[in-house]
């Protein structure tokens, strides 16, 4: 029985030695996976901190939102662009949007109808099937593309292309001149060998000269002018081969040609060199000089009238809004040098849609064209400006003009627009027209800007508006 005892006491101790080994390792092994889990998180959190550092690196804007529109993340390229805008918090997209219109920070092609962009907007969120390109108030422009994840997140990455539209424009606008140029003024370009002879003749030549260009091709250049011309032009061109006289390129000179009905044509000439593996081409630009004065006389004219009309807004003829922002940003650089006091009114027509719905958008226009017109009589001194700011906002800039003189000139509005008794039913005013303005007046100052200045006459537009239309509110002093 002790032996019994003995036997079953000692299997005992090895399965509880065995148990304990057991215990033991299942602790080492649960320590080793809390330490791996603790090493995972302090990895993953670090991936986060990286991931976030590197989304703030990038040189495009970058907006995450969840499923339900709510902002998750914005990048410091974002916040340096939308001081204005508060990224801190969980903000749907339609409170962010909202929050920028009340700021006077929504883009370029809102600030005509902030309500309508804004439900358009709302409406293709998530949805757009090309990249948004948006205007900015600071004259940037961004182009914006919205990914969906497979998690239900829209990604927002904004870039800033504003060089890229500058010098598109710029080449649109050189490639139009330059297209005119050659259009209108019958330009024959040559290009000659070291000998004179041609080796190449455009289209205009034949148009110019009356040779057709292969009929050109392996001939002198002199044949299309007389002795005293051509031997003026090979002395030129020899003094080039020779010392490379720099009077020869680049300068334009008038030469006498020969037309090949036999007429003399007076042409100016410019010569460029161009060299390839060491071969000498000569590059010759014949311009019609009659033909070039009558197209500098069209330019000239069809310019005054792009400035006219780049100027002015067409239904009202009042200054249109590149122009006022244009004598804004001058009249605010003077206003700071000579602390003289700035004014400016925006005006907007009280519910000019009902107007619109009712009376048809023909009698809108001229509805409009009766307002600009008691503006223009009101805002009478040669530094006043009366402009369109868009759609159915106007504006009074009126420099050397402290709150009280702002006020009188909104005050004879009102009376003068009265006086026109512009009929409107609809208006809960009453039987006429009126108009709601935001005034702000003051001495411009280093720490504000035209643009926040105009800011504060909107905001107080809006209050009038808010408080029942057809009033002027003054904006607080700044």
């Given at each position: 029985m002790n032996t019994a005892f003995a036997l079953l006491l000692a299997a005992a101790v090895v399965l509880l030695a065995a148990a304990w080994r057991r215990v033991i390792t299942a602790r080492r092994e649960l320590a080793q996976a809390h330490a791996n889990l603790e090493s995972a998180r302090a990895d993953a959190e670090q991936q986060h901190r990286l991931l976030e550092n590197a989304i703030d690196a990038l040189q495009v804007g970058v907006e995450i939102y969840d499923a339900e529109d709510r902002l998750v993340l914005a990048n410091r390229r974002v916040r340096d662009w939308f001081p204005a805008q508060h990224f801190d918090g969980p903000d749907r997209f339609a409170e962010l949007l909202e929050t920028s219109r009340r700021n006077g920070t929504l883009p370029l092609e809102a600030q005509a109808d902030p309500d309508t962009w804004m439900q358009e907007r709302l409406a293709q969120r998530g949805k757009l099937e090309r990249p948004l390109l948006q205007q900015w108030a600071d004259g940037r422009a961004t182009l914006l593309h919205e990914r969906r994840t497979p998690?239900?997140?829209?990604?927002?990455?904004?870039?800033?292309?504003?060089?890229?539209?500058?010098?598109?424009?710029a080449l649109q606008s050189s490639q139009a001149q330059l297209q005119a140029i050659i259009g209108t003024a019958g330009v024959a370009i040559l290009t000659l060998d070291e000998a004179g002879l041609i080796a190449s003749a455009n289209a205009a030549t034949e148009r110019m000269l009356g040779y057709a260009p292969e009929e050109l091709l392996g001939r002198d250049v002199g044949l299309l002018m007389d002795e005293a011309t051509r031997a003026l032009l090979r002395a030129d061109m020899q003094a080039w081969l020779e010392a490379g006289d720099r009077e020869l390129l680049g300068r334009q000179r008038e030469l006498g040609v020969l037309h090949q009905g036999g007429r003399e044509l007076t042409v100016q000439l410019a010569l460029a060199e161009v060299r390839n593996n060491g071969v000498r081409v000569f590059v010759a630009v014949l311009t019609d000089?009659?033909?070039?004065?009558?197209?500098?006389?069209?330019?000239?004219?069809?310019?005054?009238?792009?400035?006219?009309?780049?100027?002015?807004?067409?239904?009202?003829?009042?200054?249109?809004?590149?122009?006022?922002?244009?004598?804004?940003?001058?009249?605010?650089?003077?206003?700071?040098?000579?602390?003289?006091?700035?004014?400016?009114?925006?005006?907007?027509?009280?519910?000019?849609?009902?107007?619109?719905?009712?009376?048809?958008?023909?009698?809108?226009?001229?509805?409009?064209?009766?307002?600009?017109?008691?503006?223009?009589?009101?805002a009478n001194r040669p530094s006043d400006l009366a402009a369109r700011y868009g759609g159915e906002e106007f504006v009074l800039l009126l420099p050397h003009t402290d709150a009280g003189g702002a006020m009188a000139v909104a005050t004879r509005v009102q009376q003068l627009l009265r006086e026109a008794a512009i009929q409107h039913e609809l208006s809960p005013q009453g039987p006429d027209v009126t108009l709601s303005?935001?005034?702000?007046?003051?001495?411009?100052?280093?720490?504000?800007?035209?643009?926040?200045?105009?800011?504060?006459?909107?905001?107080?537009?809006?209050?009038?508006?808010?408080?029942g239309r057809n009033r002027i509110v003054q904006a607080p002093t700044f």
């Open positions: 998690e239900g997140h829209l990604v927002c990455t904004r870039q800033d292309v504003s060089e890229l539209i500058a010098k598109e424009r000089i009659t033909e070039r004065k009558r197209f500098e006389v069209d330019l000239q004219h069809a310019n005054e009238q792009l400035l006219r009309l780049s100027t002015t807004d067409a239904l009202t003829e009042l200054a249109n809004r590149r122009l006022l922002m244009n004598r804004l940003e001058d009249e605010w650089r003077r206003a700071l040098r000579s602390s003289e006091p700035l004014a400016l009114l925006l005006i907007d027509v009280d519910f000019f849609k009902l107007y619109n719905d009712h009376y048809g958008h023909p009698a809108g226009d001229a509805c409009l064209q009766k307002v600009a017109e008691v503006l223009r009589q009101s303005m935001g005034l702000v007046s003051g001495q411009a100052n280093s720490l504000g800007s035209a643009a926040s200045w105009l800011a504060q006459a909107d905001l107080a537009l809006y209050q009038a508006k808010s408080h």
